[in-house]
């Protein structure tokens, strides 16, 4: 079974509209002679206050090498909920992917496991892809329950969810000790970790469909892990925080997941 890579970069909370614009533009003039084919799916994530200005430098680009994530989104359609934005809005956008369950709306913002399930349903009935991203505390590997963690913020995130419809999502492993902290996890271990992710969805939504999940990792990515991760049976590509806030860096990570 191919799988076609994804890279993707989360921008989190960073840079304005034109540190936007100047980022978005330098990725994409840095791949636009690359030959499509041979290219991982590259997306990005602003914040939602840039979505508009990256959309329309990627849209220039007319070539579709890059596609634009949201951060976040509210599974309502609309109404009296001060602060959020529906999966419509960012269509407006052309937004193709929603990441979700992110460890920093976890745990700062207190998102559950239900709220995470409410968004999947409500950004796969909108016709967009969710990156649902699942991870253990450091605490929790210690405790050795990491496994078991991660297959129930699986389970739970797509309860519901056709078996057809999980075909289609996106997972992304990001242990929580790794994430900003410059400790990669273990290449081996992530792949790992990533194919429980998998047998898990087997059991969910059966072998077939699991086969075509794409599941990233994330969590300190950088240029030099990239190709190692690459090499792994089950990790598809990857979920890049730091090192996609910077034009050349996340371009070697996209060169790092070519063909
Ligand atoms: P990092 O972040 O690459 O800076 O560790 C990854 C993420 O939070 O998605």
């Known amino acids: 079974m191919s799988r076609r890579p994804i890279i993707a970069g989360n921008w989190k909370m960073h840079n304005n509209r034109a540190?936007?614009?100047?980022?978005?533009?330098?990725?994409?003039?840095?791949?636009?002679?690359?030959?499509?084919?041979?290219?991982?799916?590259?997306?990005?994530?602003?914040?939602?206050?840039?979505?508009?200005?990256?959309?329309?430098?990627?849209?220039?680009?007319?070539?579709?090498r890059i596609q634009l994530a949201a951060q976040n989104c509210y599974y309502e359609a609309k109404g009296a909920f001060t602060g959020e934005v529906s999966i419509d809005m960012l269509k407006d956008f052309d937004t193709k992917f929603v990441i979700i369950g992110h460890s920093e709306r976890r745990q700062i913002f207190s998102e559950t496991d239900e709220m995470i399930n409410k968004k999947a349903i409500a950004i796969i009935e909108a016709g967009l892809t969710p990156i649902i991203c699942c991870g253990e505390t450091l605490e929790q590997r210690e405790l050795?329950?990491?496994?078991?963690?991660?297959?129930?913020?699986?389970?739970?995130?797509?309860?519901?969810?056709?078996?057809?419809?999980?075909?289609?999502?996106?997972?992304?492993y990001e242990p929580i000790w790794a994430i900003g902290t410059g400790k990669t996890c273990d290449s081996a271990e992530a792949n790992r970790v990533i194919k429980v992710i998998r047998t898990t969805i087997a059991q969910i939504a059966g072998k077939d469909n699991a086969e075509k999940v794409r599941i990233l990792y994330g969590g300190s990515v950088k240029p030099e892990t990239i190709k190692e991760q690459m090499a792994q049976s089950d990790i598809d590509g990857a979920l890049v925080g730091g090192a996609s806030l910077k034009v050349d860096s996340f371009v070697e990570i996209i060169k790092g997941a070519m063909k």
Do not use: M, Y
């Open 19 to 64: 540190q936007s614009e100047e980022l978005v533009c330098g990725i994409r003039d840095a791949i636009k002679s690359i030959d499509k084919d041979l290219l991982p799916e590259v997306v990005v994530a602003p914040v939602f206050t840039s979505l508009d200005v990256v959309s329309k430098n990627i849209c220039n680009c007319g070539c579709g």
């Open 144 to 172: 050795g329950v990491t496994d078991s963690h991660i297959a129930s913020q699986i389970v739970k995130a797509l309860e519901n969810v056709k078996p057809s419809d999980v075909a289609n999502v996106v997972i992304a």
